[in-house]
């Protein structure tokens, strides 16, 4: 059965570090991962989707890569922002039971201190 | 309205109740996806849509959940003799294909189901 690690489920850091939010899988057959950003209370936007085939995706100060064999994902967020306060979800697309199927983490809940 | 929207925004009902929740898929996307997130985890799949079809239902919780896109756009969930376990926020994302062809899922903002 796959299982989405997110670690650590909780960080807290000042403006402006750059930080690394980990995504782990138990079952490297995964077609797609994304990562998505969740504001209190608000649904999921999504922040960049790495295809198996690819290694990494950037977008602005935000990068993520994937290692498919070690069964991990890490997001970057360079020079972090207090408006970066969000928890941070990744999601793995799985082939499983004759479909596809996204299998969440539990999130990462990140506040950028001011 | 370019997002997916989901209506109503909050549903406060009594146990033995019956509700529906409804979503609005992006304009043109064929997959649409019901998740469950209760509080401090991450959404756990329901049910996916493939155009009108539910092309996989394994992810809901007993009979009393049903969900139905008779024209392949918008989608309602339906939950039948409603207990306080059901409670917790139902998310709809959709994708301009279905999950396994590189699409992304958009989500729309969630219904937050209270049961009394």
């Known amino acids: 059965k796959q299982e989405v690690t997110q670690i650590p489920a909780a960080l807290s850091v000042p403006e402006g570090e750059n930080l690394v939010l980990n995504c782990s899988f138990t079952?490297?057959?995964?077609?797609?991962l994304q990562w998505f950003r969740q504001d209190p209370g608000k649904g999921l936007t999504s922040l960049l989707l790495?295809?198996?085939?690819?290694r990494e995706q950037t977008s602005g100060r935000l990068n993520a890569s994937l290692d498919k064999s070690s069964g991990r994902s890490t997001l970057y967020i360079a020079a972090s922002q207090p408006g970066d306060s969000a928890t941070y979800l990744c999601?793995?697309?799985?082939?499983?039971?004759?479909?596809?199927?996204?299998?969440f983490g539990t999130g990462t809940r990140l506040k950028v201190l001011a | 309205g370019a997002g997916v929207s989901q209506t109503p925004s909050n549903k406060v009902t009594e146990k033995g109740k019956y509700v529906e929740l409804r979503c609005d898929p992006i304009s043109g996307h064929t997959a649409l996806y019901w998740y469950r997130q209760s509080l401090g985890q991450g959404p756990e799949f329901l049910i996916y849509f493939q155009g009108t079809g539910a092309a996989d239902d394994s992810g809901l919780p007993n009979d009393r959940f049903f969900a139905v896109r008779p024209e392949g756009s918008v989608s309602t969930l339906k939950i039948q003799r409603t207990e306080r376990g059901d409670s917790a926020v139902y998310l709809c994302?959709?994708?301009?294909?279905?999950?396994?062809?590189?699409?992304?899922?958009?989500f729309g903002p969630g219904t937050r189901l209270t049961v009394l």
């Open positions: 079952d490297s057959a995964i077609y797609n």
């Open positions: 994302a959709s994708s301009l294909g279905g999950t396994g062809s590189y699409n992304e899922q958009f």
């Open positions: 790495i295809q198996s085939s690819q």
């Open positions: 999601a793995v697309d799985l082939y499983t039971s004759g479909t596809y199927k996204y299998i």
